[in-house]
């Protein structure tokens, strides 16, 4: 089956800087999104970008379907950015499954 | 406002004592799903639904059941909980047309089987 596979899997920041994570899938997808789980265990839906560039404030994500990757970049980052970024996809073909990635824990220090 | 509501959001039981925990959505979404987190373990599938009377099990469906009698609802049922079902789940929506819908979440229950 396929394989999601993000890095990195920690990354610790001081608050204002910037950074990429990074989304690698193994098959052709028709659904790609990101998620923030917060400290408090909820998941928010970032971006729904099977392909192209989305930006939403300091969040940007870039999806190259052709290349089987995707980047989220978070700009400034701000203390409240932390938490686990999560990717994930639904395959082209065979069942209609979402396939989590394990995620990049961020801490962003004040 | 567009969302997955579920209920508990916390729970403390006991091992063998039957629990329910609730799922609606209110965006007419044709499929539905459970997951489980664990540390170390991510997001794993336990059950999820294609359309009203469909289901089918996922990664870990072991111990749970579920039901979908009516488009909006998918409660997961524990009939004999044990302590390996403590764990933190969630329950998700999406429209399923074309392999493409956007996946949205509930907040999450925390349950803890003591």
């Known amino acids: 089956g396929i394989q999601v596979e993000q890095s990195p899997p920690d990354l610790i920041l001081q608050e204002g800087a910037n950074s990429t994570l990074r989304c690698n899938f193994s098959?052709?997808?028709?659904?790609l999104q990101w998620f923030h789980q917060n400290p408090w265990g909820q998941l928010i839906n970032l971006f729904y970008i099977p392909s192209g560039t989305k930006q939403n404030g300091r969040l940007s994500a870039t999806t190259v379907a052709t290349e089987r990757y995707s980047l989220l970049y978070i700009s400034s980052s701000q203390t409240t950015d932390s938490g686990v970024y999560f990717c994930a996809v639904v395959t082209t073909s065979g069942t209609y499954k979402y396939i989590f990635g394990t995620g990049t824990r961020l801490k962003v220090l004040a | 406002e567009a969302q997955v509501t579920q209920n508990p959001r916390y729970l403390i039981t006991v091992t063998g004592k039957k629990l329910t925990v609730t799922c609606s959505q209110n965006m007419n979404h044709e499929y539905m799903s459970w997951y489980r987190q664990d540390p170390g373990l991510g997001l794993r599938q336990i059950y999820y639904s294609m359309n009203v009377e469909v289901t089918d099990k996922g990664d870990v469906p072991e111990g749970y059941k579920v039901s979908r009698k009516e488009k909006r609802n998918f409660p997961l049922i524990l009939e004999s909980p044990s302590p390996n079902q403590t764990s933190l789940y969630f329950c998700?929506?999406?429209?399923?047309?074309?392999?493409?819908?956007?996946?949205?979440f509930g907040e999450g229950s925390r349950l803890t089987v003591l």
């Open positions: 998700a929506s999406s429209s399923s047309h074309d392999n493409t819908g956007e996946l949205f």
């Open positions: 098959d052709s997808v028709n659904n």
